[in-house]
């Protein structure tokens, strides 16, 4: 299995672009994780999905931020319009199911200018 | 949400010595405990984990200990190596809910 697949790793954009990140979960993984990476604020969890349906989107930070997962296979996150303080790495997850390991994807690394 | 608080933030040892990470918690409903590494620049990934219902595992190097009375858990690296060296998160599940909260990380630092 290729794990956990992520596009694109790297983005730069400029303020009050639209920005798309992709996931592909793990075949047979049924929840899905969107965390953000920053230095000052750690791992945050966005929002997570469990078979295709979002449980829990506390974590995303304002409307400019949203996610989909239109089938088992496939997850995008939006971000529109940008602004520099997006800047961060994403990371997707996916797992199994309860009390199982959440494998992260390598990362998309976003900058905002 | 839960709240967890992971200590110290930056740990430095030489190599052979030990390092503990340590972890408190609030919820007494917590009941999953993994703990990830993540390298410099790389994505996090699980080095091992511990349920409720066991109070200490061990994996070659690596052990967590659980305290549900005190909630705390503690990771635990011996013979420490420079490949070691990473930020070290723990994290906990509550309940029934699939998410897990995240600690805000140790980076440990191994010196030859």
């Known amino acids: 299995d290729a794990g956990v697949i992520q596009s694109p790793r790297h983005e730069v954009t400029e303020m009050g672009q639209e920005v798309t990140l992709r996931c592909k979960p793990i075949s047979g993984h049924n929840s899905l994780f969107w965390y953000r990476q920053t230095m000052m604020r750690g791992l945050e969890l966005l929002i997570y999905f469990n078979n295709n349906v979002p449980i829990d989107d506390s974590g995303m930070p304002e409307d400019r931020f949203s996610a989909k997962m239109p089938n088992a296979s496939f997850s995008t996150l939006k971000i529109q319009p940008s602004e520099p303080r997006d800047s961060a790495v994403y990371f997707c997850?996916?797992?199994?199911?309860?009390?199982?390991?959440?494998?992260f994807g390598p990362g998309t690394r976003l900058t905002v200018l | 949400g839960e709240n967890v608080e992971q200590h110290p933030s930056t740990l430095s040892v030489q190599e052979g010595d030990s390092a503990v990470i340590k972890c408190t918690y609030s919820?007494?409903?917590?009941?999953?405990f993994p703990w990830y590494k993540q390298e410099l620049g790389k994505r996090p990934q699980l080095i091992i984990d511990i349920r409720s219902n066991v109070g200490e595992k061990k994996d070659q190097r690596i052990a967590v200990t659980l305290n549900k009375t005190a909630k705390h858990f503690s990771l635990h690296i011996t013979e420490t190596q420079p490949e070691d060296s990473a930020v070290y998160f723990c994290a906990l599940l509550t309940g029934t809910a699939s998410k897990l909260t995240f600690g805000t990380g140790t980076r440990l630092q191994v010196t030859l």
């Open positions: 997850a996916s797992n199994p199911g309860h009390y199982n390991e959440q494998f």
């Open positions: 919820d007494s409903a917590s009941n999953y």
